[in-house]
């Protein structure tokens, strides 16, 4: 038998024999849904879970209050001297108000923990690899609020890591989805109270502004091209009918399929808002508080790979995934280290964020789904630690990747 199919049979054995502790793992995250960077009972649990046998060196609260990092190896191999390759894989554990993991993070932690220790177990038997090896687990808080990978990559948590995978739960299975590039936008107008009554004409109405600022984007969504996204709300309307507002406040999300493009909608989106206190005569504030979430970058090759290893576990791919247009904050990461997000299916049709999917997250009947899912990604680290024309060509695809993104 050849290395490859070695190593990828070590991986599904070693992921079936830990499967009841995979669950309990994700179940327990589940049960105790935490809001972005609150999410302190899902990192001591998932430190506690890589921390138990001590094979692993795992720091807690790395560089964020609720991330972590473990790391294994390097396990050596290949010429002497040459780079090592650090695989990453990420878990997310961060739930929604209100519905809890509608967005099945608490899978997305199952998958990386075991994707890892799945592949720790088939490097663990081999003694010859074409480069050492080594494995980071990285716990990355806040995706559905604040984007805490994107303040891991600014601390330079990515800076040595070569290879990055993550698993994200869906509708459907697909190795590449495309996901859309993401600003969010908070408006204030200062106005200036007056009875509203009494003397209408001593105000200026923030909430006229606001209304008008409203309407202008919904004037402006019929021009924009089909895939750009802006949807908002009125966060604060005023305090009561007799009192003209004297302060509004609106929050907007702005999304286009590149990040290049989303400075084109934000300036059209500023133009709206501000035409709202020239006609009302009050003071804006607009502020971009979030980080920008980057669309994703394909990498063909990797994507290749996963689906060859899925099928051979018996997921099936649609031949034209349906189009999704969400964000995430992984966008910003693929373009900086070559990496995958497929998504994967947990047994229901339900959609993400809603109170049906939070029931099937936490459902033994994703189990099977989410441990295939591990086992994919690890076979798929084993393809190309294997063969050195396999990782030149994932970062072949990679270089092209950014390139083209500049380009277009
Ligand atoms: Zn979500
Ligand atoms: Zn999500």
């Not at 961060?94 to 177990?121: F, Q, R, S, T, Y």
């Amino acid at each position: 038998m050849d290395q490859r199919q070695r190593m990828k049979e070590a991986v599904q054995r070693c992921l079936d024999s830990r499967r009841a502790e995979l669950h309990a793992l994700s179940r327990d995250i589940w049960s105790r849904p935490e809001l972005a960077e609150n999410e302190t009972h899902a990192h001591d649990r998932l430190v506690g879970f890589l921390s138990e046998d001590g094979t692993w060196t795992v720091q807690s609260h790395y560089k964020l209050q609720t991330a972590f990092r473990a790391s294994w190896g390097p396990v050596c191999g290949g010429v002497e001297g040459e780079p090592g390759l650090n695989v990453g894989f990420l878990c997310e554990y961060d739930a929604l108000p209100d519905i809890g993991h509608a967005c099945g993070h608490n899978l997305i932690a199952e998958v990386g923990a075991g994707a890892a220790l799945g592949l720790k177990a088939a490097l663990e038997t081999e003694t010859e690899l074409p480069v050492p090896v080594k494995i980071t687990v990285l716990g990355t808080p806040a995706e559905e609020a604040v984007g805490g990978k994107i303040d891991l990559l600014e601390a330079g948590a990515f800076a040595d890591i070569d290879l990055v995978f993550m698993a994200h739960p869906s509708q459907q299975d697909a190795s590449f989805q495309a996901t859309v590039a993401l600003d969010e936008v908070s408006v204030k107008y200062h106005g200036k109270a007056s009875h509203a009554s009494a003397y209408p004409w001593e105000g200026v109405n923030a909430l006229d502004a606001a209304v008008l600022a409203y309407n202008n984007i919904s004037v402006l969504r019929q021009q924009l091209k089909p895939e750009w996204r802006i949807h908002g709300i009125i966060k604060h309307g005023g305090v009561k009918p007799n009192i003209i507002p004297a302060y509004t406040e609106l929050q907007f999300y702005i999304r286009t399929p590149l990040v290049k493009d989303l400075c084109d909608l934000k300036a059209k989106a500023e133009a709206c808002f501000r035409a709202a206190a020239v006609a009302t005569g009050c003071q804006v504030e607009i502020e971009y508080p979030a980080h920008a979430y980057y669309n994703i970058l394909p990498n063909a090759t990797l994507a290749n790979l996963y689906e060859n290893n899925g099928k051979a576990l018996g997921i099936q791919f649609p031949e034209q995934p349906e189009k999704f247009s969400g964000s995430t904050d992984f966008g910003n990461v693929s373009f900086i280290v070559p990496g995958i997000h497929p998504f994967f299916y947990i047994g229901t049709d339900a959609f993400n964020h809603t109170e049906e999917y939070t029931e099937a997250a936490g459902a033994e009947k994703a189990q099977l789904f989410t441990l295939r899912t591990a086992k994919a990604l690890a076979m798929t680290a084993v393809d190309v630690l294997c063969c050195p024309a396999l990782l030149r060509q994932v970062r072949e695809d990679f270089k092209q990747a950014t390139l083209k993104q500049e380009k277009t």
